[in-house]
């Protein structure tokens, strides 16, 4: 995909250090991610992708670093080189810009796929139902799924599940998406229609940040792709050079085993 990104950088990491006990999950990360930029991160197992994405959103604590969204500090060092966070109301004000979708659909199970989209627009941003509604209703047609809006999670299937988990994230309107092997769980004849989904919003230059093991999904959707092993950033660069052309030894070995 071409670059269309403008220079606004929306999320920056700085030297991200994450240890789990005697682990060290993330060794020094760098990256920033653009307005309108779609970005693959790929890696195998246990290279500390999932961990980066968490630590972006405060599911996990980073020991030492720096995580910047729209120009705002989450959390920075302080002179003794341990990261220290904003306070918890700051921390929500700043993360309120993102939305993050999970390998598990963690859908509300006793709620309706409509009563999913509204809960947290009406819950945590005190929107009015009556203006969320049509909203939700627009992103439920443009994942395909306007017809089952009166059904629980259990009728679906996990691409169904998955789907109405992306237009629950985008109900909340974030400038940012952050996507962890949201296909992971799936079927292969489920994972197309989630990738189709992904691909629409690519186009239309959503700002995307994507743990993936889909090669092909990285090649054609990303604008740029980040090759991690061992929590550090081992090459990144536009998504067909590093997916075709990898420069690094461990990248090379890496998509010879996926492609």
Not at 28 to 36: A, F, N, R, S, T
């Amino acid at each position: 995909m071409e670059n269309m990104t403008n220079n606004q950088v929306m999320l920056r990491l700085t030297q991200i250090h994450k240890k789990f006990d005697e682990l060290e999950v993330l060794r020094g990360i760098d990256l920033d991610l653009k307005k309108g930029e779609t970005k693959a991160i790929i890696g195998p197992s246990g290279s500390g992708k999932s961990t980066l994405l968490r630590c972006i959103n405060r599911l996990e604590i980073i020991d030492s670093g720096k995580i910047e969204i729209k120009g705002r500090a989450l959390a920075q060092n302080n002179s003794e080189n341990v990261a220290e966070y904003v306070s918890e109301k700051e921390a929500r004000d700043i993360l309120s810009c993102t939305g993050m979708v999970f390998q598990q659909f963690n859908l509300f199970p006793h709620m309706t796929v409509m009563q999913n989209l509204l809960e947290a627009p009406v819950q945590v941003q005190k929107r009015k139902k009556e203006d969320v509604i049509p909203e939700a209703e627009e992103l439920l047609r443009k994942v395909g799924l306007f017809e089952k809006r009166d059904n629980y999670p259990s009728r679906l299937s996990g691409g169904q599940q998955q789907r109405v988990a992306i237009a629950r994230a985008l109900c909340m309107k974030p400038d940012i998406m952050l996507f962890d092997e949201p296909t992971s769980a799936l079927d292969p004849e489920l994972t197309g229609e989630v990738l189709k989904t992904m691909r629409e919003l690519a186009a239309e230059h959503m700002t995307m940040l994507v743990v993936t093991h889909e090669m092909a999904f990285a090649r054609e959707a990303a604008n740029q792709v980040v090759f991690m092993a061992d929590g550090v950033i081992v090459e990144q660069g536009p998504a067909q050079q590093v997916i075709d052309h990898p420069q690094e030894e461990r990248t090379q070995a890496f998509l010879k085993n996926m492609l």
